[in-house]
């Protein structure tokens, strides 16, 4: 497997793999990753569906990427994914896989062509005092202290960062700062994770520091991930054969081990409570879903409070199976064992009347059944004791979504404190109590609030014991590379295997670590598109430093460094050349 860039190999066809017609594929889960996985196995490795098997715990695919309608609670969404132009793997998997919507159309073409048309962008992305803008005007408010705190970090060797946690590497100047309150809102960092992943993503998405504030650079799909992302891959797969089979739960995969050599030879499972066993040849290639950041995930309802779930899950005593067979294939218990650190809670609320969506019209500032964006991402409340944010994307969500209601994706970081209308943790709140929560901060009158909350919504909270678990501090080894050296027939698929340079929570990372295996254990001469080289554009690096520093010039900067450099003779003849037009261009002279 190599990686590769540029459009010479992105539109390039493989030829099939030698062997490949005595090959078969065994994937543990259903999950984007795996599916991701499976997709390439059929387009790019060319293997026969038939030999392919999917392995899935649940009755029903699609992992942390669900939407759906329970036919007592509702609609659900645990979670919301957010995308942007430069996922190279998973454009590149979705450009060949066909709409369920509209015949002679990739799932590409039309996610590009809704985007086009009906760019994101938020009106309002933090409020206050119940419902106020909170008047961050778009701006960061980075001290100059917590700007060179952000820059230092910026140049830290990854190895450098093992096991630091990002409130060893920032003081209070960058934790009072708009751009902490932009970035953990966004991407659910605590001051406790890990300080590499933090440094990984401000360098992945440099690109996008601009647009923070107002989120206009992401991307959203026309429905829930499962009905827009999901269901495709699974037609698509079906179309060809691929063999699912569900209420499958594998606990172990066993490894024969030499000195040189790693082999699977045998999965171990369990058919509706029915232990198998499945006998592997090294032409029998595994792709196993090692971790899972929706493992025990609970539900509650309106009037009940979801019950926690803190066993180790499912996926999480997998992999500690496979692991204590040999280090390479990491350590799960860096990641599982402190649910303190890595739970928060989401609700979905859907709007019964027409009640409560005239609060939302007031603070989104959009019609919110246009059918276009409404708050262009989450509306972050920085008074909240909870930290709650909360999301409607295009209206209806869902499919069966009648036209007269709205879903709406409410979450809340600290779940264990209690709220400021609701004097109890979210983590111990019914349905109704989150929303009365939620009504609260939108600034409905306290009078309403209550008959509102039980008469004109329905929610269903959900509460995620590892939610953020690949956040936590690691090390070199924590997690296992996608295929550890030596594997012959084994790969490590999703957010818990290890892959360079790219960020954990996306799907670009579960479809990324999907395309590298496929293409490491089948040998497919086809090179992996590279993460987008962002951080490496002086271009880029100019123009987040200008945005971080709310429209102040170089010369307003009065660190010694910077102004011992705008001193120095050297710096005056820049005028006239290019370095001197990329820093007028950017603002920064």
């Known amino acids: 497997m190599y990686y590769s860039s540029g459009n010479y190999e992105a539109f390039a066809r493989p030829e099939k793999p030698a062997g490949v017609d005595n090959k078969s594929a065994y994937l543990v889960g259903s999950g984007l990753a795996s599916l991701a996985a499976a997709c390439f196995l059929v387009r790019d490795g060319q293997m026969k569906g038939e030999n392919i098997h999917i392995l899935e715990e649940m009755s029903l695919p699609g992992g942390a990427c669900d939407g759906i309608k329970d036919s007592q609670k509702g609609f659900i969404i645990r979670g919301g994914r957010e995308m942007e132009s430069h996922f190279e793997c998973l454009w590149d998997l979705f450009r060949s896989i066909p709409s369920i919507e509209t015949e002679g159309i990739s799932v590409l073409d039309e996610y590009y062509w809704l985007n086009k048309k009906d760019p994101n962008y938020s009106l309002m992305r933090v409020i206050q005092n119940r419902g106020e803008d909170a008047q961050t005007n778009g701006t960061f408010g980075l001290s100059e202290t917590a700007s060179m705190e952000i820059i230092k970090l910026f140049m830290t060797r990854d190895e450098d960062l093992y096991d630091i946690k990002i409130n060893e590497v920032f003081t209070e100047d960058f934790f009072a700062s708009n751009f902490w309150l932009y970035w953990r809102t966004m991407f659910a960092f605590e001051d406790w994770h890990s300080a590499l992943e933090m440094k990984l993503y401000v360098q992945r998405f440099i690109h996008h520091i601009g647009g923070l504030p107002d989120f206009s650079t992401l991307k959203f799909t026309k429905y829930n991930q499962y009905e827009s992302l999901i269901q495709p891959m699974v037609k698509y797969l079906e179309s060809h054969h691929v063999h699912f089979q569900y209420n ?36 029998d290639l595994v792709f196993i879903t090692n971790g899972s950041c929706t493992e025990n995930a609970t539900l509650g309802d309106h009037s009940h409070a979801p019950a926690a779930n803190n066993s180790v899950g499912g996926c999480w005593q997998l992999w500690r199976n496979i692991a204590v067979q040999e280090p390479a294939f990491g350590h799960p218990d860096k990641f599982c064992t402190n649910i303190e650190e890595t739970n928060w809670e989401s609700a979905t609320v859907t709007t019964l009347d027409d009640k409560i969506p005239k609060y939302i019209e007031k603070i989104c500032k959009r019609d919110p059944f246009s059918g276009k964006v409404v708050t262009g991402g989450i509306i972050s409340i920085k008074d909240s004791k909870w930290l709650m944010s909360y999301t409607l994307n295009r209206q209806p969500h869902f499919k069966e979504q009648p036209k007269d209601q709205l879903v709406v994706w409410v979450y809340g970081l600290f779940t264990d404190v209690p709220g400021d209308y609701i004097k109890k943790p979210m983590k111990e709140c019914t349905g109704q109590e989150i929303t009365e929560e939620w009504l609260y901060h939108m600034g409905v009158p306290e009078n ?127 005028s006239g050349t290019v370095i001197g037009e990329l820093l007028t261009k950017y603002n920064l002279i």
């Open 248 to 283: 499958t739960t594998v606990t172990n995969v066993i490894f024969d081990i030499t000195e040189d050599k790693k082999t699977a030879k045998q999965i171990i499972c369990t058919h509706n409570e029915v232990e198998e066993t499945i006998d592997l040849s090294e032409d």
């Open 448 to 574: 309403e609030i209550s008959e509102l909350a039980a008469n004109s919504a329905r929610c269903v909270p959900c509460m995620m014991p590892y939610i953020t678990a690949f956040f936590m501090p690691r090390t070199q080894g924590d997690r296992p590379k996608v295929v550890p050296e030596g594997c012959v027939n084994a790969a490590f698929l999703g957010q818990f295997a290890d892959t360079v340079r790219d960020t954990v929570f996306t799907t670009e990372y579960s479809v990324r670590t999907a395309m590298e295996a496929v293409y490491t254990l089948l040998n497919v001469d086809r090179g992996v598109p590279e993460v987008f080289g962002s951080c490496y554009d002086i271009r880029v690096l100019l123009d987040s430093t200008a945005k971080m520093m709310d429209g102040k010039k170089l010369a307003d900067i009065q660190h010694p460094l910077v102004q011992n450099l705008l001193t120095r003779p050297e710096f005056k003849m820049i």
